[in-house]
Each structure stands twice: as structure tokens, then as C-alpha cells.
């Protein structure tokens, strides 16, 4: 690159791959949640939420002190994913991806939930009276009828995923070349005096997060005009 | 017996003002057109989701050509996939993603009848699609009909599945007289084609017949 020499682009492909899987935890898990919460009754179901929305409120050195504790080498969690992998979660790119998924899960569960209230139940009725199950209704009725509003959804949960540092700090930390994603490296050019590198990386980031949430308004705006007409 | 014999009691608490609501119905439906009609607010549509399955009575037991579909003694409550009652509401909730085809598809791959080749369905659904006059909108989205043909599309999706009744939340409201005329004309030969319970909530007295 002639623009930016000598830039390592490792934390740029890090994020990117972090954000991405943190995105697929965020759309399959999250979606379910959002389901469960939108359309079942159960006892404990205001504290789920709560539960959830704790991360937004929480402050991430709590949450990743949290996740230290809960993930850490010590304890059974910790043990498990070490048998599994082979290797422990703390201080690897893997447990980047945990803090990213905290990060955007949160408002992407709250507004999905939103969003999954907002399909007619009539639908999701008809399709229950000509014999459908749950699961049937929910992938060919619910999914495809609230599909705009979830992956515009989808695309801020990538953005979100992608500026995580707080949590990312304590639970990957700050390895170069293994661990650092653009956050942090833009907070570790920062701290050592390289103005250069972090100006190119806040660049970059910017520029990223924008052309993601430039296209995703558009289909907000398309779906709002669909359903007026 | 034949028909529907639903006896369902049913509280709902206080609304805003204090008021509780107390539903208590005995309604028995012989094969045939049945009405419902009185004033809002009186259960009429409550009546229709329990029956559906929609909404748990209280206590109560509901009988639909002898099957049992609710009973607070015996600790039945059927789920609603398993009742075969063909609903149709007030803007008929055809899929709009899916278009008349496909809406008719996946009624006959959810119903009763989804064990019977691919070929019968096929012939299922254009036999149905024929008799409604569908066959040339098949490939339209329900945004692309004019109120009559999303009725007509509305009910072939009901019978394709095979229900065992037939339970309708004011089908015609906001619909003008024409259009009224033709959908009870469309509802009177769907009677005489399924021999089964049909039970229709109106508020126009004129409706009954």
C-alpha cells in the first residue's frame, strides 16, 4: 500500500473476522432469544431480559472481569473449552470474539425482539390453523416476513462488533500479530506516540462502520415505505 | 355428534377502566352456516380463538365432531395445529411473501392431507385453484388481487387443508355490497362442498340467512 507503508494490516483482518463470527453467534442466538422473549410467556422472563441488557449498562472492565472469572483457566467453563480446543479461551482471538458478541448482542436481541413483535400475528395464526408447526411458521412465515428488518439489524450488529474494546482488552488483551484487533491497536498507537498509524486506523474504522450503516438505513427506509403502500 | 358443542368459561382481567370481562358460552353448531352477531366487546371473536385454539378457556370443554379439543377436566388443550379449523380473518392473513400458489402449497404441506404424494397435492391445489377461478392469478402476490380474489384465495387456502370447520371473524366488513353478495355466494357452495361446521361472526343482521 503506498498510501499507509510499513502499516501492519493484521488487526484490520482480525477485526473483520471477529466481528463476522461474533455477527453469526449474534444472528442465530440472538434471533432466538429475541423469539423466545417476543413470543413466549415463561416464569423468569422479565429477569432474561434484564440479563441481556446488562452488558449495555454494565461497564466492560466489570464485564470482562466477569468473563475472567467465568472463562478463565480456573474454572469449569474454562476447563471444558481447554479440553475441547485444546488450548484456553482468555487471551486469544476466540475470546475477542466472545467480547464482540457481548458487545452488540444486547441491542441487537432488543430491537430484534421489536422487530419480531412486529409481524401481524394474524400470520403466524393462519399458518398455526392450517397445521404448521412452531418451527415451520417461524422459517417460512415469521423469518421471511420480518427478514428486512433483521439483517438491516444484522449489518449494525457487524458495526458494533467491529469497535468493541473494553471487554476485548481484558479478556484477549493487547498480543500484536495474535490478539490485537483495530480498537486496540489504534489505543496501543496512541499510547506509543505513533500519531500516523492511529490516524490511518480511526480512518479506517470510520470508513468501514459508515459504509455499513450508510446501505443499512436504506432498507430501513425501503421497508418503512413498503409497508405504507 | 357432528358440529361444534363448545361450552367455555373464560375471565379476562381488568381493562384500564376497572371493567373485568367475564366470558361464559354455551354454542352448539350443526353442520351448516351458524352467526354469530351482537355488539362489540361481547366475546364474539374471544369465542371463535378458543375454539381455534388461539386462547385457553378457563374451564370449559369443546367438542368438534366428537373429537375432543378442550377439556379443564381431563387437562386437554389441543394445540391449534392439531384442531384442523380453518380460520379466515378479517383481511384474510393470506402470506404476502408467498403468492397464491405457494400460499395454497403451504397450507397442503402443513395439513392432515401432507402424507399423500406430491402428484395428489399438485392436483389438490389446482383442482381448488379451478373451482375458485385462481388459476390464472396463481403466481400473483396477495398485494397484486382486488378484495373478491383475496377471498376466494383465502378460502381455497382453507380447504386445501382439510379443516373440520370453518370459523370466520367478520370476513366482509369494510367490503361493499357486491362484493358481500359474491363472498356469501362463495361461502354457501363451500358449504355445500364440505359438509361442515361453519361459524361466522357478523354484525349485520342482514348477513344471516
Not at chain 1, 466489570?62 to 471444558?80: I, Q
Not at chain 2, 398485494?143 to 370447520?165: D, M
Not at chain 2, 361461502?187 to 359438509?195: F, Q, S
Request: positive net charge; hydrophobic residues 45%.
Amino acid at each position: 500500500m503506498s498510501v499507509a507503508p510499513n502499516i501492519d494490516w493484521f488487526p484490520l483482518w482480525l477485526s473483520l473476522k471477529v466481528a463476522t463470527l461474533a455477527t453469526a453467534f449474534v444472528l442465530s442466538l440472538g434471533t432466538f432469544l429475541a423469539y423466545v422473549l417476543s413470543h413466549k410467556n415463561f416464569r423468569g422472563k422479565n429477569l432474561l431480559d434484564a440479563l441481556i441488557t446488562l452488558p449495555l449498562v454494565l461497564p466492560p472492565t466489570v464485564l470482562g472481569y466477569y468473563l475472567l472469572v467465568l472463562v478463565g483457566r480456573a474454572s469449569p467453563l474454562g476447563h471444558l473449552y481447554e479440553a475441547t480446543f485444546g488450548q484456553p479461551l482468555v487471551f486469544t482471538w476466540q475470546a475477542a470474539v466472545v467480547a464482540a458478541f457481548l458487545h452488540s448482542a444486547p441491542i441487537y436481541i432488543k430491537a430484534a425482539r421489536a422487530v419480531l413483535e412486529g409481524v401481524d400475528y394474524r400470520y403466524e395464526w393462519a399458518a398455526h390453523s392450517l397445521g404448521a408447526s412452531e418451527w415451520k411458521t417461524f422459517w417460512r412465515v415469521t423469518l421471511p416476513l420480518a427478514w428486512r428488518g433483521l439483517s438491516s439489524l444484522g449489518t449494525l450488529s457487524f458495526a458494533r462488533a467491529l469497535g468493541d474494546f473494553g471487554v476485548t482488552i481484558m479478556v484477549a488483551g493487547n498480543i500484536p500479530g495474535r490478539t490485537q484487533t483495530l480498537s486496540v491497536a489504534i489505543y496501543d498507537a496512541v499510547e506509543s506516540g505513533n500519531g500516523r498509524l492511529a490516524r490511518v486506523l480511526v480512518l479506517i474504522v470510520s470508513v468501514v462502520a459508515l459504509s455499513l450503516l450508510w446501505p443499512a438505513n436504506f432498507v430501513t427506509r425501503a421497508r418503512r415505505s413498503g409497508t405504507a403502500a | 355428534m357432528n358440529g361444534i358443542d363448545a361450552r367455555l368459561l373464560k375471565r379476562l382481567p381488568a381493562d384500564r377502566n376497572g371493567q373485568e370481562f367475564k366470558l361464559d358460552v354455551h354454542l352448539q353448531a350443526e353442520p351448516g352456516i351458524t352467526a354469530l352477531f351482537g355488539p362489540s366487546g361481547a366475546g364474539k371473536s374471544l369465542t371463535l380463538n378458543c375454539i381455534a385454539g388461539f386462547a385457553r378457556p378457563d374451564a370449559g370443554r369443546i367438542l368438534v365432531d366428537d373429537h375432543i379439543y378442550f377439556d379443564d377436566a381431563a387437562g386437554v388443550h389441543l394445540a391449534p395445529q392439531r384442531r384442523r379449523c380453518g380460520y379466515i380473518f378479517q383481511d384474510h392473513a393470506l402470506f404476502p411473501h408467498m403468492t397464491v400458489r405457494e400460499n395454497l402449497r403451504f397450507a397442503v404441506s402443513s395439513s392432515a392431507t401432507k402424507g399423500s404424494s406430491g402428484l395428489n397435492r399438485r392436483r389438490r391445489i389446482n383442482e381448488l385453484l379451478e373451482a375458485f377461478e385462481l388459476t390464472e392469478l396463481a403466481s400473483r402476490k396477495p398485494t397484486q388481487l382486488s378484495g373478491g380474489q383475496k377471498q376466494r384465495a383465502a378460502l381455497a387456502r382453507i380447504l386445501v387443508s382439510e379443516p373440520r370447520v370453518l370459523l370466520l371473524d367478520e370476513p366482509t366488513r369494510g367490503l361493499d355490497a357486491r362484493l358481500r353478495d359474491s363472498f356469501y355466494q362463495l361461502l354457501k357452495e363451500t358449504r355445500d362442498r364440505l359438509r361442515a361446521s361453519i361459524v361466522l361472526i357478523t354484525h349485520d343482521t342482514q348477513e344471516c340467512f
